[in-house]
């Protein structure tokens, strides 16, 4: 619904009470109205319901609206609830909230673009068109309207959770970008089977642009806005939401980009291990002795070692796992390393060194029926003998996926 052809003049005398001017104005805006409710609404005749009741609603509540920008969210707000009581009295949506009404609404509609926006008088409608040019020139799949801008007027502590959460879904996103949670974006129907499904509630919006910055077949695009304040009481809670919103951008990479995650608590892990053996390496170094009390390191440290083995095995097989499941969306991943000579001489290398360890206690014992041969070769020994067999383990489900890899494409092309 387009303001510009209403002028400030005729809306301020319509909020006034000027019955002259609420005649215009509802002449004026009953096109778009109707417009809009077709395209909503689940028929021809929910429409033409949908559009005499938000008439009525307008006459009667003109003079709550604050500005003329507002206008047009509200009667936005107002033709979207319409429909939605209609398509409820008729049994297709007992239970919506604002993600599930969401998704309702842009399942119905045929247009090529989506578009919807929080109607709480933040964002300018007209804004949409901007959004539809930028879209159709640049081939992106999702354009939403940044509100994190020099003009905003968003509170600071919302606009300091928006940018904390865009950096984390930066993280693991080949894409960028600053405002996740914009409740302005136009969308293209093709690219919905590559967002869905999404939730229900405030965290419909952070998830679908997380799905889209983490998919390889969508690309989103941002463009600054102006953003107004807001109409009312936010039913955002910042806590409640906020941890929503986390669990949400977790989720999504643990699905698009589970090696990633995985990744970093092996990094993690392995900064661990070797921080804690430092003390001990420094002091072999320098006396060529290992004491007693060291064992402790040793073991937390060969523990936190083989975490970290697990956590890079995970992110190798859980990534490759992924991409083929959804091979659509996710180009080819692999640790092309496990496939050549380098991987065998790594395994070779660990198997000898355990060897290598342990041979004097082996030999010893056979000579003299005992051993002491320090504890601290058999740690290091079987540290090596079990990341030697995890490589091994992983080289072979590799190998299995490959053979699942090209079953899949097979019944894929031929279905």
Known sequence: MSAAAISSSLFEAARLGDPQAIASLLETA?????????????????????????????????????????????????????????????????????GEAETLLLSRSEADLLGFLDADGTCDPQFFATLCKRLVED????????????????????????KLFAQLLSAFSSQTVRDTA???????????????????????????????????????????????ER??????????????????ILESALLYRPERVLLAGAVLCAVAGVSLMLQPLVAYWQTRTVAEWMIYRFLVSALTAQVALLLWAAAVTSSRIVAIAMHEEMRPIAAPWIRTRWFWS??????????????????????????????SRFVVAMQSLGAAALLLVVRGIDRILDLVEERVHYLWNQG
Not at 68 to 79: D, H, R, T
Request: glycine share 6%; proline share 4%; net charge positive.
């Open 30 to 98: 009953q096109p778009d109205i109707r417009r809009y409710a077709r395209a909503t609404c689940r028929s021809s005749a929910d429409a033409e319901d949908a559009t005499q009741e938000a008439m009525w609603i307008l006459f009667r509540h003109v003079g709550t609206i604050r500005s003329l920008v507002a206008f047009s969210a509200w009667l936005f707000s107002v033709v979207r609830r319409e429909c939605l009581r209609l398509a409820r009295k008729a049994g297709l949506a007992p239970s919506i909230d604002d």
């Open 139 to 162: 081939d992106a799949d999702v354009v939403l309207g940044c509100r994190l801008n020099k003009g905003s007027q968003m509170p600071l502590i919302r606009r300091i959770g928006n």
């Open 182 to 228: 914009s409740g302005m974006r136009v969308v293209r129907r093709s690219a919905l089977r590559h967002l869905y499904p999404l939730p229900v509630g405030l965290h419909f919006t952070p998830a679908m642009s997380a799905r889209a910055m983490l998919s390889d077949a969508t690309r989103i695009l941002e463009i600054d806005m102006p953003y107004a």
């Open 231 to 248: 109409e009312g009481e936010s039913k955002l809670n910042v806590i409640r939401d906020g941890f929503r919103f986390l669990r949400v």
């Open 346 to 375: 790594l395994l070779a290398s660990l198997v000898l060194a355990s060897f290598v360890l342990v041979w004097p206690s082996a030999e010893q014992l056979w000579r003299t029926g005992h051993t002491d041969i320090h504890w």
